[in-house]
């Protein structure tokens, strides 16, 4: 079945530095990836939407120049944190649109935690 | 507004106990339901897929339902086994906008 891959799976940081978090659809071809962040006992929540080709969508709220989006094939999206904070410590997650049992599905990557100390 | 809400937002049972989680929405115009696991420190990975035209549908001991008239969805699981603990995600898509709205979660915990 379709997969989906981030990496890495964690990652502790200093403060001011930048973080680069890649996703992979390992099977399929995805010309949509989804960004999501979710804290501790929330549910996710979107922060863009990478799109293969072109600039990526960014959720209201959420700062284009601090989250930096590459949709650079039809397989990989990544995600730049870019001078991270202790405030941007979170679980990162990513998705991308896939058939499954001729229905479009959500295929969810395993997640990165970021750590900013 | 479009929205997606489940409850109960907790819920503790004990092991080999039925339950059942429910998810009401009001996104329109709809295009599918679905039901997510999601295990502490990982990705969701999905349970069930319903559209429109579907009432039920199980997968093994997880068995959901939609009332499209309604607007509401729920997960019934049956026999619960310790790995069943996990938050219970339930997301609805949004066909016009190609957008997805997440509920927020029911925590399940399954106790020995």
């Known amino acids: 079945g379709a997969v989906v891959s981030q990496h890495p799976s964690w990652v502790i940081c200093k403060s001011g530095t930048s973080v680069k978090i890649e996703c992979r659809s390992l099977?399929?071809?995805?010309?949509?990836m989804f960004w999501y962040r979710q804290f501790p006992k929330q549910s996710l929540m979107l922060m863009a939407t990478s799109n293969e080709g072109s600039k990526a969508t960014y959720e209201q709220g959420v700062e284009k120049d601090k989250f930096l989006i590459n949709h650079a094939s039809l397989t990989l999206s990544t995600l730049t944190v870019t001078s991270a904070h202790p405030e941007d410590s979170s679980f990162y997650i990513c998705?991308?649109?896939?058939?499954?049992?001729?229905?479009?599905?959500?295929?969810f990557g395993p997640g990165t935690r970021l750590l900013v100390l | 507004k479009n929205q997606v809400e489940q409850s109960p937002q907790s819920l503790i049972i004990l092991e080999g106990k039925n339950c059942t989680l429910q998810?009401?929405?009001?996104?329109?115009?709809?295009?599918?339901l679905r039901w997510y696991k999601q295990d502490t420190g990982r990705g969701p990975v999905s349970l069930t897929i319903?559209?429109?035209?579907?009432n039920t549908k199980s997968n093994r001991r997880y068995t959901a339902t939609l009332d499209a008239d309604t607007k509401q969805s729920s997960l019934h699981i049956t026999a619960s086994q310790l790995s069943d603990s996990a938050s219970y995600i339930c997301v609805v898509s949004e066909s016009s906008a190609s957008k997805i709205i997440f509920g927020s979660g029911t925590r399940l915990s399954i106790r020995p």
């Open positions: 099977d399929f071809q995805a010309t949509t």
């Open positions: 998810c009401n929405y009001t996104v329109s115009p709809f295009s599918n």
């Open positions: 319903m559209t429109f035209s579907e």
């Open positions: 998705s991308a649109p896939g058939q499954k049992l001729k229905q479009e599905t959500q295929y």
